[in-house]
Nanobody, 121 residues
Framework: QVQLVESGGGLVQAGASLRLSCTAS????????MGWFRQAPGKDRVFVAA????????HYEDSVKGRFTISRDNAKNTVYLQMDSLKPEDTAVYYC??????????????WGQGTQVTVSS
């Protein structure tokens, strides 16, 4: 199984940008489609974005389209989430996840521990 570790979260002001990274180990990264999810306080974890094995296909949740970009570098075993024009409602713990078959909203077999993103107004 693949192990996932997220990084890059932090506290930013509204309108700023952040790039999250998720580095995989323990298996061949290119076997997995990758997704990003987020969980705001008191709410369920929800889908944000997903990408196929090579990164050639992507899907986004409507509220992040045009602001967030998912990408991957298979040589570095890493998937990224570039987040621009951040809003306070983007505040959440962000998780990356891996799946062997592409189904953007899940299910995913492997999850990271999450990284906190806080956007102040």
């Amino acid at each position: 199984q693949v192990q996932l570790v997220e990084s890059g979260g932090g506290l930013v002001q509204a309108g700023a940008s952040l790039r999250l990274s998720c580095t995989a180990s323990g298996d061949t990264f290119s076997r997995y489609c990758m997704g990003w999810f987020r969980q705001a306080p008191g709410k369920d974890r929800v889908f944000v974005a997903a990408t196929t094995w090579s990164g050639g296909g992507t899907h986004y949740e409507d509220s992040v389209k045009g602001r967030f970009t998912i990408s991957r570098d298979n040589a570095k075993n890493t998937v990224y989430l570039q987040m621009d024009s951040l809003k306070p409602e983007d505040t959440a713990v962000y998780y990356c996840a891996a799946q062997l078959s592409y189904s953007p909203r899940g299910p995913y077999e492997n999850w990271g521990q999450g990284t906190q993103v806080t956007v102040s107004s």
